[in-house]
C-alpha cells in the first residue's frame, strides 16, 4: 500500500523524529511512504479559536494537496501522528467549507465540502491505521516493537472524544515486547494544553497539568507515552520545571507512540536509568 504522510506542524518542527519513527513503521510493514510537499497547518489552531475566515485558505490548501495524491494514484490513505490534527481533518473541514458557502462569499467554493469530507474518509491517525486498515494487533510480533522499561499512558482528548481510538494505541503499547504499561489515574482527564487554551486560560491550563504531572508521577513509569505530541510537549515541559524523577533519579520523560512502536532490539529506543529519551535509533 502507499501511504501519504501527513507530518502535522509541531511533529515536523519540533518532533520531526516521531514522523522519523512513523515511517519506519510503515515501511517496516513492507509500505511505501509518501510526503506530499504542498502540506502545511490543518487549520485546526484556527478553527479552534474561532477564526473560520483565516482557516478557510488553509483548509483549502489541505485539501486541495492531498486530494491530488488520491486522484493521482500516488498513495491510497494518508496517516498522522497526532490525534487531534486527524479530527480537526475528519470533523473540521468539512464545515468550514459548509460555513464559507452560508456565508455567500463570492469565493466560496461550492465542491471543498465534498471534497473535504473525501479527503478526510481517507485519512488516518497512527493507531488507527495500524490496527484498522494494517491489521496489526501485535506490536512485537508484527514489527518487531521491544523496549525494555515501564511507562504510563495518556489518552489525548481529540482521540478520545472525536476519533473515539478507544483502546488502540493502548493495546499497541501493551504488546510490546519487554515494556510494561502501569495504569494512569484519571487517565480521561485532559492534560490542560487545548492549543490556545493553555495561553488564554493559563492559570486553568496550569491546575490541569499539575494534577496530570501528579498522577503520571504516582504511578512510578519512568516515562509517559502517548498519541499527540503537543499533548506530550504540554505533559513533557509541567515534568521538567518541577523536576520530577523516577526513584532511580533519571527524569521521568514523555515518548510518542510512534517512537515506542519503532523500537526494536537491534535498534532500540534507549533511557537513561530505567528508561531515557534520545538513544540510538
Known amino acids: 500500500m502507499k501511504i501519504a504522510l501527513f507530518a502535522t506542524c509541531i511533529v515536523d518542527a519540533m518532533y520531526p ?31 479552534n479559536s474561532g477564526y473560520f475566515r483565516e482557516a478557510l485558505p488553509v483548509v483549502e490548501n489541505h485539501v486541495r494537496t492531498f486530494e491530488a495524491g488520491f486522484d493521482a494514484g500516488e498513495y491510497d490513505v494518508a496517516v498522522a501522528p ?9 470533523h473540521q473541514h468539512a ?15 461550492p465542491t471543498l465540502e465534498a471534497r473535504a469530507t473525501a479527503v478526510g474518509h481517507r485519512t488516518y491517525e497512527l493507531a488507527q491505521l495500524l490496527t484498522d486498515v494494517l491489521g496489526v494487533t501485535d506490536a512485537a510480533a508484527q514489527l518487531g516493537s521491544y523496549l525494555p522499561g515501564t511507562i504510563t499512558y495518556h489518552p489525548s482528548c481529540h482521540g478520545m472524544r472525536l476519533l473515539r481510538l478507544g483502546d488502540r494505541q493502548l493495546s499497541l503499547l501493551r504488546s510490546v515486547e519487554a515494556l510494561s504499561v502501569v495504569d494512569l489515574p484519571e487517565a480521561d482527564q485532559c492534560c490542560g494544553f487545548g492549543g ?19 498522577n503520571i508521577c504516582g504511578t512510578g513509569a519512568a516515562a509517559c507515552a502517548g ?5 506530550l510537549m504540554h505533559i513533557g ?45
Open 82 to 90: 497526532s490525534g487531534s490534527c486527524v479530527a480537526s481533518v475528519k
Open 95 to 109: 464545515m468550514v467549507a459548509q460555513w464559507a458557502v452560508e456565508k455567500g462569499g463570492k469565493a466560496a467554493d
Open 237 to 281: 515541559g509541567g515534568l521538567s520545571r518541577e523536576q520530577r524523577t523516577t526513584a532511580g533519579g533519571a527524569p521521568v520523560r514523555t515518548v510518542h507512540l510512534a517512537e515506542v512502536l519503532a523500537s526494536t532490539r537491534d535498534h532500540p529506543l534507549t533511557f537513561d536509568g530505567e528508561l531515557a529519551l534520545g538513544g540510538a535509533r
Open 227 to 231: 498519541g499527540d505530541a503537543s499533548c
Open 196 to 214: 490556545t487554551f493553555a495561553v488564554k486560560n493559563a492559570d486553568v491550563s496550569s491546575a490541569m497539568l499539575a494534577d496530570k504531572v501528579a
Open 17 to 47: 523524529r516521531v514522523a522519523q519513527a512513523t515511517v519506519r513503521i510503515l515501511e517496516r510493514l513492507g509500505h511505501e511512504v509518501v510526503f506530499p510537499s504542498g502540506q502545511a497547518c490543518c487549520g485546526q489552531m484556527h478553527l
